[in-house]
């Protein structure tokens, strides 16, 4: 008989890898893996696990290069590529922008945060700050709802559709701070949908379908008196849709005979949306300033009569035909051409002629005569619109402090721009005739007055003591 073969399927593996596959620094490498103690071993191995990027630096700087056949057969994964080089930033004039990451937008545009620091320049147009209005709730910097608020906003375009039938059963004061927040920080700006979402909900046909109670406009907005829509005014929403919004047109009424004498009146139109409204801000940027229309700011405050607080800012030069400004027209009885616009581009700087502006501000003062508070910050080029005089129809126009507006007692006069240590010698002269222009008007309201009206505060910029020193020498400059 044949003799058996027995085949050892199960036998032990050699502890040492076979000749072969050793490399060259092997025996170095092993030693010095050899030296280090088990605590080190263990120390690197913790220090590995919390940092994904320090393990993987030490495994490449650990591991030698080996050919990629061998890599295969001993399943070491590949060294990793070396990062690319960070290209250094760099400001706009060249000069190396300071280590670290970029500073948030909020710290560098005004326009995105009211808290910012006033970090622009005076001669800069991009941005103007903004102010809140006096009284409106604002939560605290950094609170929970703060926090919250500028997440829901941040993400309002997903906000508005997954809370669309909760948003209009917050308090009143939540929710005019949240659209005060959507305003400033969503970048799209805040809509005509946005504002009739959160003040009176979604549409009947929705809460129909959900059978949902639809909720009464005098009970939910009867305690809301702010509106802030600072940056959104001109961009996103115009004021023709914001008059329709607030005050829609009412129907006709009914011809219809009454049954009885004792009925009850049926309602002759739509209720206000905020019946209330005494705060409101209409503040806009200078990018978006030629947008905003002054003849639709006459129409829509002939429908806010109980308003007592308005903000301005940015707006620019009062006039119905802002269009027309450089448009002339050919007079069929003289042949000659003519200004087409009541403003030219000549009337102020050489003329000196603000017929026009004052007699738009005359028409707003004669319908917001319950204003106590004013905000035109950012509205320096038409300062004296507020204190000129101009010839009208046998009639002098000007601008009545002591009558129409004579219940303003906060004027704010603010250039919206600040100073800063690199500004040029001709943005400090522009920032002091500013102040200037604040400073004439506030004497001429308070020389108008003259102990008949309310005592006015106009609040205006001021200069540092190296600013002032400048426009000292420079002034004295001239007068040589």
Same mark, same amino acid.
């Given at each position: 008989m044949p003799k058996k073969r027995?085949?050892?399927?199960?036998?032990?593996?050699?502890?040492?890898?076979?000749?072969?596959l050793s490399l060259s620094s092997s025996s170095h490498q092993t030693s010095r893996n050899h030296d280090r103690s088990v605590n080190e071993l263990l120390a690197n191995l913790r220090r590995s696990n919390l940092n994904s990027n320090a393990a993987r630096d030490n495994f490449s700087a650990a591991t030698p290069s080996v050919p990629p056949i061998i890599r295969q057969i001993l399943q070491i994964p590949e060294t990793p590529a070396p990062e690319p080089r960070r290209l250094q930033r760099r400001v706009i004039n060249g000069r190396r922008a300071?280590?670290?990451?970029?500073?948030?937008?909020?710290?560098?545009?005004?326009?995105?945060?009211?808290?910012?620091?006033p970090a622009l320049k005076a001669g800069s147009a991009g941005h103007i700050q903004h102010w809140p209005l006096p009284g409106a709730y604002l939560p605290s910097e950094g609170s929970l709802i703060d926090m919250v608020m500028r997440r829901i906003a941040t993400d309002w375009e997903q906000q508005r559709?997954?809370?669309?039938?909760?948003?209009?059963?917050?308090?009143?004061?939540?929710?005019?701070?949240?659209?005060s927040h959507v305003s400033e920080l969503y970048e799209p700006g805040l809509s005509v949908h946005d504002l009739r979402l959160v003040l009176s909900g979604p549409p009947v046909e929705e809460l129909t379908k959900y059978d949902l109670p639809q909720a009464d406009l005098n009970q939910l907005n009867g305690d809301t008196f702010y509106l802030d829509l600072a940056g959104s005014i001109g961009k996103s929403i115009t004021l023709k849709e914001l008059s329709e919004l607030l005050c829609p047109p009412k129907a006709d009424p009914i011809s219809d005979l009454q049954d009885s004498w004792d009925a009850p009146e049926l309602a002759s139109g739509p209720v206000q949306l905020m019946p209330n409204l005494t705060h409101l801000s209409l503040a806009v940027n200078p990018a978006t300033a030629p947008?905003?229309?002054?003849?639709?700011?006459?129409?829509?405050?002939?429908k806010l009569p109980k308003l007592t607080h308005l903000s301005l800012a940015g707006w620019p030069e009062p006039s119905l035909t802002p269009n027309a400004k450089y448009a002339k027209?050919?007079?069929?009885?003289?042949?000659?051409?003519?200004?087409?616009?009541g403003t030219g581009p000549y009337s102020h700087n050489l003329d000196g002629d603000w017929s026009e502006a004052i007699v738009v501000l005359k028409r707003l003062s004669?319908?917001?005569? =319950?204003?106590?508070?004013? !905000?035109?910050?950012?509205? %320096? *080029?038409?300062?004296?619109?507020l204190i000129r005089e101009s010839d009208g129809d046998l009639t002098i126009d000007f601008v009545d402090w002591a009558g129409d507006w004579g219940k303003?007692?906060?004027?704010?006069?603010?250039? =919206?721009?600040?100073?800063? !240590?690199?500004?040029?010698? %001709? *943005?400090?002269?522009?920032f002091s005739e500013f102040i200037d222009a604040a400073t004439a008007v506030e004497r001429h309201i308070r020389a108008q007055r003259s102990g008949r009206g309310r005592w006015i505060t106009?609040?205006?910029?001021?200069?540092?003591?190296?600013?002032?020193?400048?426009?000292?020498s420079e002034r004295l400059r001239n007068a040589l």
């Open positions: 027995h085949n050892n399927k199960y036998s032990k593996p050699p502890s040492v890898a076979p000749a072969s300071p280590p670290g990451p970029p500073p948030p937008r909020s710290w560098i545009s005004l326009s995105q945060s009211r808290h910012a620091p559709e997954w809370n669309r039938f909760y948003l209009y059963t917050l308090p009143s004061r939540i929710r005019t701070a949240l659209l947008s905003v229309s002054w003849r639709q700011l006459l129409s829509m405050a002939a027209i050919t007079s069929s009885a003289t042949g000659q051409s003519i200004q087409y616009g004669k319908t917001l005569y =319950g204003l106590e508070y004013l !905000d035109l910050t950012g509205c %320096a *080029e038409w300062f004296p619109a303003i007692t906060t004027l704010r006069l603010n250039s =919206g721009y600040a100073l800063v !240590d690199e500004s040029s010698k %001709a *943005e400090v002269l522009r106009v609040e205006k910029d001021s200069l540092s003591d190296a600013a002032k020193a400048l426009v000292e």
